[in-house]
């Protein structure tokens, strides 16, 4: 069982800069790739960044890519999103989840926990 609670969320105007973080609790965080997804208002959830088990292969989102980085913290059991450059189409809630393996990094339904989500809002 892994417990997930993101934080660091909020309103930033357009450009600005958020940090979201992950704690997971359990003592196999390093067993589990990490991903964020996030979710607009009236639209699907969908993948945003994905970190394998080591830290050693990131993934993103096409329209993220060069804006976000995804890191992990293994012997903190943390992972996080660094957000620069943020947009009006970054808001959402974003989601933190984990699944077992390094594969499948893009698909939903292969993880297996998900956390609460934070609210992102940026203003243009």
Known sequence: QVQLVESGGGLVQAGGSL??????????FSSYAMGWFRQA?????EFVS??????GS???????????TISRDNAKNTVSLQMNSLK???TAVYYC?????????T??????YWGQGTQVTVSS
Do not use: H, Q, W
């Not at 698909?107 to 297996?112: H, I, K, S």
């Open 19 to 28: 940090r979201l973080s992950c704690a997971a609790s359990g003592r196999t």
């Open 41 to 45: 208002p009236g639209k699907e959830r």
């Open 50 to 55: 994905a970190i394998s088990t080591s830290g």
């Open 58 to 68: 990131t993934y993103y989102l096409s329209s993220v890519k060069g804006r976000f």
């Open 88 to 90: 009006p189409e970054d």
């Open 97 to 105: 989840a984990a699944k077992l393996g390094n594969s499948y990094y």
């Open 107 to 112: 698909a939903m339904l292969r993880y297996n």
